[in-house]
């Protein structure tokens, strides 16, 4: 009997890192967003009924563990409404609309986490009136945005930035962002 040899094969690819000054050459502002600098960006004025992204140029291979790391400034506590990350499948330059869409609603097939500084009746967890929070969403094939998912308070916007990580398990398909004190961790397909 001859025996048999068994290979192991070991999955191996070569980490990219992109840094913080390679911000600008790696990520294009759409909408209403702007460079400061190579690593800093504006995503809207303080002006009513913007709607700025900071799109990667790239796209990601959700096979693959990812993070993201950076600094958030959501500005004051009568701001509106908010800061998210989105993961899509679609072109890199379809744009949600304003206000308490919060830059997901009507990208289809998306998943999104969101810091939302400005309390919506008609859309956001009524536990969370007069409140800021996180909070994940998707989006079903039509745009049509979720309900809050594994929501939790975050502390109201103090003219700051705050450091924010998003981190992406693909083993465990885990998207997990830290924010302040606070974890929000959501299992995601896309
Ligand atoms: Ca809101």
Do not use: C, W
């Amino acid at each position: 009997m001859i025996p048999k040899i068994q290979a192991n094969v070991v999955n191996s690819y070569d980490e990219t890192t992109i840094s913080s000054d390679e911000f600008e050459n790696n990520f294009t502002a759409k909408g209403n967003a702007t460079f400061q600098s190579s690593n800093e960006a504006i995503l809207t004025n303080d002006i009513a009924s913007q709607v700025g992204y900071i799109v990667f140029n790239d796209k990601i291979n959700m096979n693959y563990d990812f993070k993201f790391a950076g600094q958030i400034y959501l500005g004051k506590r009568d701001g509106a409404d908010g800061v998210s990350f989105i993961l899509h499948p679609n072109d890199q330059n379809i744009i949600s609309k304003d206000g308490d869409q919060i830059g997901i609603s009507g990208i289809p097939n998306a998943v999104g986490f969101k810091l939302d500084i400005y309390f919506n009746g008609d859309v956001d967890p009524v536990i969370f009136k007069n409140k800021s929070f996180g909070a994940f969403l998707t989006t079903d094939a039509t745009g049509e945005t979720s309900s809050s998912i594994n929501a939790q308070q975050i502390d109201d916007p103090d003219e700051t930035f705050k450091e924010i990580t998003i981190k992406y398990n693909a083993q465990s398909q885990q998207l997990t962002i830290n924010y302040e004190n606070k974890t929000f961790i959501e299992k995601i397909s896309m």
